[in-house]
Structures are given as structure tokens and as C-alpha cells.
């Protein structure tokens, strides 16, 4: 399966790192044998301008500022923030230690269950709703225990809805879901229903709460999403098998 990939912005990811500015991964690789120890240093004197705009790199799950490291005359950044920031999608598989830049042909596998990150090429709901915390981490942080690396928003709907086409090739739809509203506590849905508005999940949970959602999709052709709630999340969608 492709995955949908981002409209391509105006800077590039080259113009970016021009001259001697190198990308490292900030992602965690296993196996010992592939580690060196060097001496490194966080350098804050380091600025990054990303189309003419300040940018500072940030872990895009907990919005902890990346600082870039120098060594031996080289500075590196983190490979996921910069390239997220310039609207390239990332993947990482741990079963193989390999990372994915742009377009991912096959399946990245995560634990037991093989799953692809969904990109804004998946969603509707007036306008795109894609967040990425790097850039946005206030709407990706409801509270001080839940946070997302990316997701979808209700954007000043009352709900977030969301359509994923799957023509029947995947499995598994999953998520974690915040769903938050401001004038109701209790009784908010959660919905999947797919093209012929047959249910295939539903949900009632409170206000307030982090909900996570698996569900069986393979007879779907196009899933349909809807969260409701002024402050909901669809946080870190994935189709998988």
C-alpha cells in the first residue's frame, strides 16, 4: 500500500540544510553493535530559519525542544522534526532500523501489528485539520499527561470527522482519541461508519478522557471518522494489518 503524501511545500529539505548542515536521526535504533559513542555537544547557539521563519526542532511527541548537537565541525538535526517541518512524511520501521522519507511503498511495522501513519491526504472536514505538534504542540497537548506527535483536530467544528479510503486493503483502523467538549461532560460518540453508513464502531464516552480505538476494517472501501466535541483529537491514526 502507498502512503498519501503532503502537498510539497515551497522550501525543500536541501535548501534547508545548504552548506554544511547535516541530518541525524532522532529516533531510537536497537542493536548494540550498529552504536559508536563520540563526544558530541548540544549547541544552542545554533538558529534555523525555515522558509524565512524562525524554527526551533521539537520532539513531536512531547514538544521537548530539540537542541542541535555539533560535532567535529558538523551540525546535525533531528531528522523527523526538520522533516515533518518541511512537509516530508516520516516512517520508521523497528523490526528492520529503517528510516522512511517521502513516500512508503509497503508496510512499517509496529510491535505485533503492522500499521502505516495516516498523512492529511486522508482527512475532510471543510479544511484540512492535520496538526504536528512540532509546529502546533498547544493543539496537540490537551493535558499535562496526554500529548500527540500529530493528529486531527475539530478545527472550531463540534466535531472532528474524518474519511480514510481503504479500498478493502487494510485490516485495522487504530488511533487514540481525546475527546473534549465544551458544553457536554457525558455522552459524547465516537462513530466509524463506512461507505454504505453501516456502523462498524460506536462509542460513548465523557469529556475530558483519552480513548483507544481499534477496529476491523477489512471489508470497508472508505471508513468515515467522527469524534464529537469542540476540543477533540484523532490523535496518531494508522491503518494496518
Given at each position: 500500500m502507498k502512503i498519501g503524501t503532503r502537498p510539497k511545500p515551497k522550501g525543500t529539505l536541501s535548501a534547508l540544510l545548504a552548506g554544511a548542515l547535516f541530518v541525524s536521526l532522532s529516533m531510537n535504533v536497537s542493536g548494540a553493535d550498529a552504536l559508536t559513542e563520540v563526544k558530541v555537544f548540544l549547541n544552542t547557539g545554533i538558529k534555523v530559519m525555515l522558509n524565512g521563519k524562525s524554527f526551533e526542532p521539537a520532539d513531536p511527541d512531547d514538544g521537548t525542544r530539540l537542541v542541535p548537537i555539533t560535532y567535529r565541525g558538523s551540525t546535525y538535526l533531528p531528522l523527523r522534526a526538520v522533516a515533518e517541518a518541511t512537509g516530508m512524511q516520516v516512517a520508521w520501521d523497528d523490526k528492520t532500523n529503517t528510516a522512511y522519507l517521502g513516500e512508503v511503498v509497503g508496510q512499517v511495522a509496529q510491535g505485533e501489528t503492522s500499521y502505516i501513519k495516516l498523512t492529511p491526504d486522508f482527512v475532510y472536514n471543510g479544511n484540512t485539520i492535520y496538526r504536528l505538534s512540532s509546529r502546533t504542540p498547544e493543539e496537540l497537548k490537551p493535558s499535562d499527561q496526554v500529548s500527540f506527535g500529530h493528529g486531527y483536530v475539530t478545527g472550531g467544528y463540534?466535531?472532528?470527522?474524518?474519511?480514510?479510503?481503504?479500498?478493502?486493503?487494510?485490516?485495522?483502523?487504530?488511533?487514540?482519541?481525546?475527546?473534549?467538549?465544551?458544553?457536554?461532560?457525558?455522552?459524547?460518540?465516537?462513530?466509524?461508519?463506512?461507505?454504505?453508513?453501516?456502523?462498524?464502531?460506536?462509542?460513548?464516552?465523557?469529556?475530558?478522557?483519552?480513548?483507544?480505538?481499534?477496529?476491523?476494517?477489512?471489508?470497508?472501501?472508505?471508513?468515515?471518522?467522527?469524534?464529537?466535541?469542540?476540543?477533540?483529537?484523532?490523535?496518531?491514526?494508522?491503518?494496518?494489518?
Amino acid at each position: 500500500m502507498k502512503i498519501g503524501t503532503r502537498p510539497k511545500p515551497k522550501g525543500t529539505l536541501s535548501a534547508l540544510l545548504a552548506g554544511a548542515l547535516f541530518v541525524s536521526l532522532s529516533m531510537n535504533v536497537s542493536g548494540a553493535d550498529a552504536l559508536t559513542e563520540v563526544k558530541v555537544f548540544l549547541n544552542t547557539g545554533i538558529k534555523v530559519m525555515l522558509n524565512g521563519k524562525s524554527f526551533e526542532p521539537a520532539d513531536p511527541d512531547d514538544g521537548t525542544r530539540l537542541v542541535p548537537i555539533t560535532y567535529r565541525g558538523s551540525t546535525y538535526l533531528p531528522l523527523r522534526a526538520v522533516a515533518e517541518a518541511t512537509g516530508m512524511q516520516v516512517a520508521w520501521d523497528d523490526k528492520t532500523n529503517t528510516a522512511y522519507l517521502g513516500e512508503v511503498v509497503g508496510q512499517v511495522a509496529q510491535g505485533e501489528t503492522s500499521y502505516i501513519k495516516l498523512t492529511p491526504d486522508f482527512v475532510y472536514n471543510g479544511n484540512t485539520i492535520y496538526r504536528l505538534s512540532s509546529r502546533t504542540p498547544e493543539e496537540l497537548k490537551p493535558s499535562d499527561q496526554v500529548s500527540f506527535g500529530h493528529g486531527y483536530v475539530t478545527g472550531g467544528y463540534r466535531s472532528v470527522t474524518m474519511e480514510v479510503k481503504n479500498d478493502f486493503k487494510n485490516g485495522k483502523f487504530k488511533a487514540s482519541i481525546w475527546v473534549q467538549d465544551s458544553n457536554q461532560a457525558d455522552n459524547l460518540i465516537i462513530k466509524l461508519f463506512d461507505e454504505n453508513q453501516v456502523t462498524v464502531k460506536e462509542m460513548k464516552v465523557k469529556s475530558g478522557t483519552l480513548n483507544e480505538l481499534e477496529a476491523d476494517i477489512k471489508d470497508v472501501k472508505t471508513l468515515w471518522v467522527t469524534v464529537q466535541g469542540d476540543k477533540s483529537i484523532v490523535g496518531e491514526p494508522m491503518l494496518g494489518n
